[in-house]
């Protein structure tokens, strides 16, 4: 592929991505406001721009076999811890945002876990099975995320139990 054109798709593929997302937090928003049908439309276009993105990454060729796809997603989440997290946590605290910072460290602190996650299932996936795991809980304030059981408070952010989502 020509590197204009894989540029582009790139630079496609991340907007995508980004609609994809700010249309399914617009529709969390509309929700809480008491307009289903509103939350309804934001999602359904949401749905559209992940067909468009997933779209774009397949033709970049970026769509693999899974023991891949968990490489990348490993690596892509420790770049973040290294790399990503903490530069972004160094300029917040610099310029005293404290928000920022927060939110930086909340991100931080999950994607470790995440590595390790995706880790033990590329194991899994390189040996031939699929990985065996209890229901996963999602902190809703921070990102954390355990395997298992829920815990009564979030260890990194102190939300409730109750805070917790189920997948």
């Known amino acids: ?23 399914l937090i617009f529709a969390e928003k509309a929700e809480e406001e008491g307009f289903p049908n509103v939350a309804r439309l934001f ?21 693999r076999e ?14 973040e811890v290294e790399e990503i997290y903490p530069a972004y946590s160094t300029v917040a605290k610099l310029q005293g945002e404290k928000g920022a910072q927060r939110v ?15 880790q ?11 990985i065996k795991m209890g229901p996963i809980f999602i902190c809703k304030l921070c990102g954390y995320t355990v395997e298992g059981e829920v815990p009564d408070r979030c260890p990194v952010c102190g939300a409730a139990k109750e805070r917790f989502q189920k997948f």
């Open 43 to 63: 999602r359904a276009i949401a749905y559209a721009e992940q067909v468009h993105a997933k779209n774009h990454y397949g033709t970049l060729g970026l769509i």
């Open 120 to 130: 033990k299932a590329k194991q899994a996936v390189e040996s031939g099975k699929d």
């Open 104 to 118: 930086m460290e909340w991100a931080l602190q999950a994607e470790k876990i995440h590595a390790g996650m995706y």
């Open 66 to 79: 899974s023991a891949e796809n968990l490489q990348a997603a490993i690596d892509g989440e420790t770049h």
């Open 1 to 23: 592929m020509r590197k204009m054109t894989e540029e582009n798709l790139e630079k496609a593929f991340a907007g995508e991505s980004q609609a994809h997302m700010r249309y």
